[in-house]
């Protein structure tokens, strides 16, 4: 009594018994009833010898005919059962079998295996479970093959600097190279880089798991860039590349976490500087768009590639991976960038033409 398909037949059975005994009860009441009211009114004489047919009043012809009609009333009964019986069953399979389908796709995700999908048989609610089920099916696929890869990406970005680290200490116990300034520079520049990895890992995953908490204030938002701008016109002069911002008069007091903003400000601004060229020009505008304000942070360096305008933001993704190391960064600060942006209900992009330089784009709401 299990089986959801057994309970459907037998309600099916159940419910065509109930409604079929019921009509030719009725049925067989009126027939009764009306046949021998005919009889009374045309005055039809009995001639047979059943007793209930003599007290009804009727001749053996019309008593045959009464019986004929009953015992067909009772096959018709019996075939409308067995034919609501069978449809019953019918129904039942074509009900449970993508029911028994789901049970069994989903048994093998629980057990690992994310491959899994269902058949879509119809459009109907059953269809929908199914659509519903191979797009979760998807989804879990989709986000374990980012789990697995999220892992490979850090440990690979732990491995240089830690490499870095137990080369060089190793060189200093085993006394082949002196530990001078010189030799340490290096070793706290990767331990520094290690620490700023693993402070943007916990911010990311925070993030992603909507445990980040904001604090909002009312910021003055050309104040915040005018600001971050200032930090990097040191660095930007030190390697012959200009620095400006283009901030629209009418900019509104914004509600912003400061912190949060000030890092996807700086994250971009160190993106633009990292990829700009000796005697490139980086340009940070801001303009009212509607109820948003538009922030844009752009550079004149190699640009990016249309196939990867989409990936920039992902975790790790770096478009010239040759070069990744030469370049710097852990491929987390476009990441971090996303979600704090989203966070505040705001988007980003990037738009770029390859030769010519890239443009980061961020709005934040109005209030």
């Known amino acids: 009594m299990n089986s959801l398909s057994i309970k459907l037949s037998l309600l099916f059975a159940g419910l065509a018994l109930l409604s079929i005994g019921a009509l030719a009860v009725w049925v067989n009441q009126t027939v009764n009833t009306n046949f021998t009211n005919y009889c009374e009114q045309h005055g039809t004489v009995c001639q047979c010898e ?77 269809g929908e479970v199914s659509s519903a089920f191979n797009s979760m099916a998807e989804q879990l696929e989709m986000k374990e093959k980012s789990r697995k890869q999220l892992l490979a990406d850090v440990a690979h970005e732990l491995r240089n600097p830690l490499s870095v680290v137990q080369g060089n200490l190793e060189a200093w116990l085993d006394g082949v190279i002196a530990p001078t300034p010189d030799q340490i520079a290096p070793v706290y520049d990767e331990t520094v880089l290690l620490n700023r990895l693993i402070t943007d890992l916990r ?74 060229a000796n005697g490139g020009s980086i340009k940070v505008s801001a303009v009212m768009k509607g109820n948003n304000v538009e922030v844009s942070v752009s550079d004149t360096g190699s640009g990016i590639d249309p196939d990867d305008l989409d990936k920039v933001f992902d975790h790790f993704y770096k478009a010239d991976k040759a070069r990744q190391r030469n370049y710097g960064g852990a491929g987390i600060g476009l990441a971090l960038v996303r979600k704090y942006v989203e966070l505040h209900g705001g988007k980003v992009w990037a738009e770029s033409e390859p030769g010519r330089g890239s443009t980061f784009k961020f709005t934040l709401p109005i209030g």
């Open 203 to 276: 911010e990311l995953s925070l993030a992603e798991a909507g445990q980040l908490k904001l604090y909002l204030e009312e910021v003055d938002l050309a104040g915040l860039i005018n600001t971050e701008v200032g930090v990097f016109q040191a660095r930007c002069q030190d390697k012959d590349v200009s620095l400006n911002a283009d901030l629209a008069k009418d900019l509104p007091q914004v509600i912003i976490d400061r912190d949060r903003i000030r890092q996807v400000l700086h994250n971009l601004l160190e993106n633009a500087l990292r990829f700009s």
């Open 50 to 126: 059943d007793p209930q047919a003599r007290t009804m009043g009727l001749g053996q012809a019309e008593l045959t005919f009464l019986q004929d009609s009953q015992r067909s009333l009772g096959v018709a009964a019996f075939v409308a059962v067995a034919v609501a019986v069978g449809l019953g069953i019918i129904v039942s399979i074509l009900v449970t079998r993508p029911m028994r389908e789901l049970a069994v796709s989903a048994r093998k995700i629980a057990s690992g295996d994310l491959a899994q999908r269902v058949k879509h048989r119809s459009d109907d609610e059953v």
